[in-house]
């Protein structure tokens, strides 16, 4: 692995890290993330990003498969899929770093018209190859960028558009390809996750999201739960919880308070879901997260 693009990373931790070791960038959807120790575990509906993890290690589950990855790996992941992950190896003296770009599904559909075409892989939404050495080198030359505002508005966008050819190019081009199809599946279904992930405090009946994605109920709900490995009605669950989880352990909301945001009329039924998906009912996991938070600050 590039070790100038680890100490770039290193350099954006140091100076924009958030006491949970998570630095956002000045170009959307670059992030940065450092670890001083093993983490607990963290539920997220992941959007399609490429994760490369420059020292330490990690493990990600989707359902019943578990991804142990460590310096020099890149994890893909193609869908809007419901991932548990842990940060396995960090230390002070060896802190887990990473940097992530979510995947900008019209860059690849431009992308593939343009590239000569190759084979398509749909199959399993996450995946784990070596990081390619042509995809390192754009990566750092994408968080340079960000310590020169000056050049951001001239270059970022050229070097975002480099940065997915290379995944294109590379290990993970067949898996992404999928993404770039106009019209296609993964297309007609993400539009049924930003309605989701825009209104997910509101009642959302499965005729609606159908339209959006422009399929019968029937196809969409087989489609869409192939796609996210998830119903729409557990897709949408899990988005307020994982919310409801932020709200009371990043801004302090009450348990009662959370609930009644995120879209439920129960704080009965909200409590007994929320024990179900983290495993603790949501006054003691609260405690436990900002635990481990001030742990690591």
Known sequence: MNDTLLAAVSRCAQAHANPGGVAQTSIPGLVVIRATRPSGL????????????L???????LGAQTFNFTAGDSLLI??????VSQITRASSALPYFSLVLELDLA???ELALEMKPGPVDPGQPVRMEQTDTEVADAALRLLRLTERPAALPVLQAQLVR????????GRHGQAIR??????GRAERVARAVALLRADFAQSLPMERLAAVAGMSPSSFYQHFRSATSL?????QKQLRLIEARRLMTAEGSSASSAAFAVGYESVQQFTRE?????????????DAVKSAVSALS
């Open 55 to 61: 020292q330490g290690g990690k493990r990600v589950a």
């Open 274 to 286: 929320y024990r179900r998906m983290f495993g603790l009912p949501p006054g003691k996991d609260t």
């Open 231 to 235: 119903s729409p009605l557990q897709f």
């Open 162 to 169: 480099e940065m997915h050819y290379w995944l294109l190019a």
């Open 107 to 109: 860059v690849i559909a």
């Open 178 to 183: 999928q993404l770039g199809w106009p019209g």
């Open 42 to 53: 963290d539920h997220a509906i992941s959007r399609p990003l490429v994760c490369l993890v």
């Open 78 to 83: 193609t869908a809007d899929v419901p991932t």
